[in-house]
């Protein structure tokens, strides 16, 4: 007759099978996290804020090229208008006045340049940006994932708890009936069985929990079916890496972003006192314009020879001189020859020299710096940051392999401990209650290590992250 150790063991045993079975069907902590950074809208937000400094830096360039205008000014004149004479007469005209114009600065305190290198790092920085909102979605993804695989096996221990004592309540209904064993000893393990129906039901209800929360980071609608690969062999990947936390802390100064992110605003802090300082030089820029002006109505003048007096006093003798006539001539010829002719170019330089600006620049400028200096403060409060979390996650290791050991030990102890009482209780030598409790003890005993275990795991995949390691199994 199997004993109460045999079927805790056959009854693991087959959840493992199950789940051996099921592994190749699950989600691995790879797609759930490829998924997460894929749908979370946080990080798109970011890489659309980092496309608009992608813009910004394309516009920093492009303000050292001239800007080049055409201006195209048609007009159309009804009614009365003003000839030469000063006389108001009716007449319909057209006009156009066509300009086009450039300016390029040539000089202005190399701030063009400086805004350029300062927008430069902005980019970078934002780029640096997206990779912190795809580490930090990895990281809380494989805090869920390993939630839920504890969550695995809590089920699967309180499932081989209630089958073993569905089991024992089969062998005690034959010692009952034999005599051996008094009603109530029945009547408590059925007692159990109840309680421990209720354990899985928790169990299974923390399980739907963890997964929901691992959807929920993944963006993913709630899936009742949602299951995730569980690693074949988790002591293999349990191990303490040799490295100190300075080893540890070096490493990941060289690769993580929010580093070099705190490293590139404080370069684009830099760049941006520069641009500042650009305010206290002289700026100095070029222009040049051709430009034409048309009207389809024209006045000419011109002198007519003629009679302009006579000879005092005869009359009969005239003074023939020239006398000043005028004409007009309204067509569209009139407009584009006046177009043609009437082109005018020009070339022209403005230097413009700072003396006294309500002392614009001098604030402009120690404002800059500031924002600098705030920039190294945070730069250095990141590493700081860094360098904790780091010394907190490997203390974190040390205390998980430990609390594992120790939890194994406990349940070895427990372990024996429970198979004496086993026996004993199958020879009547302990009573119903004692057994039970003895049960509830290894159960908790087991809980204590499939617990310790994958937060051991989880302080593994940390401290492998800040190595630079995939956060695979």
Known sequence: MLNIKHILTLSTLTAATLTAIAQNTGWTLKACIDTGIQRNISLKQGQVTNAIDAINLEQSKANLYPAVNITDAPGFSFGKTQNSTGEYVAENTSSNSFALTANVTLYNGLSYQNAIHENDYNYQAGVQSVEITKNNISLNILTAYMQVLANYEGVDIAESQ??????????????????????????????????????????????????????????????????????ASIDSLLNLTALTTNDIYNTATGFLPQVKNA??????????????????YPKLT??????????????????????????????????????????????????WSQLNSNFNQ??????????????????????????MKNAQLNEEA?????????????????????????????????????????????????????YLIEKSNYTKAQQNVAQAKYNYLLQVKLVDFYLGKPLTF
Do not use: C, H, W
Not at 357 to 371: D, E
């Open 162 to 231: 209630m089958q073993a004592t569905q089991a024992q309540i089969e062998q005690t209904k034959i010692y009952v009936q034999a005599g051996k064993y008094p009603e109530l000893n029945l009547l408590q393990i059925q007692s159990q069985l109840a309680s421990d129906k209720l354990a899985k039901v928790n169990a299974e209800n923390q399980l739907k929990l963890a997964k929901v929360n691992l959807m929920q980071l993944m963006n993913l609608p709630i899936d009742y079916s949602f299951e995730t690969e569980r690693p």
């Open 263 to 280: 490293q590139l605003i404080t370069q684009a802090g830099a760049s941006g006192v520069k641009v500042a300082q650009s305010l206290y």
């Open 286 to 335: 070029m222009s040049g314009s051709i430009r034409s002006t048309g009207n389809s109505l024209i006045y000419n003048e011109y002198y007519q020879e003629g009679t302009i007096g006579f000879v005092e006093p005869y009359p009969a003798e005239q003074v023939v001189g020239y006398n000043l006539e005028s004409s007009s001539s309204n067509n569209f010829s009139n407009l």
């Open 346 to 371: 020009f070339i022209g330089f403005n230097l413009s020299i700072p003396i006294f600006n309500s002392f614009i620049a001098k604030n402009t400028v120690a404002i800059a710096k500031l924002n």
């Open 382 to 434: 990141v590493k700081i940051t860094l360098r904790q979390t780091i010394e907190q996650a490997y203390t974190n290791l040390l205390a998980a392999a430990e609390q594992y050991s120790a939890s194994k030990d406990a349940l070895t102890s427990e372990e024996e401990t429970f198979n004496n009482m086993d026996k004993k209780f199958k020879v009547g030598l302990e009573n119903a209650t004692d």
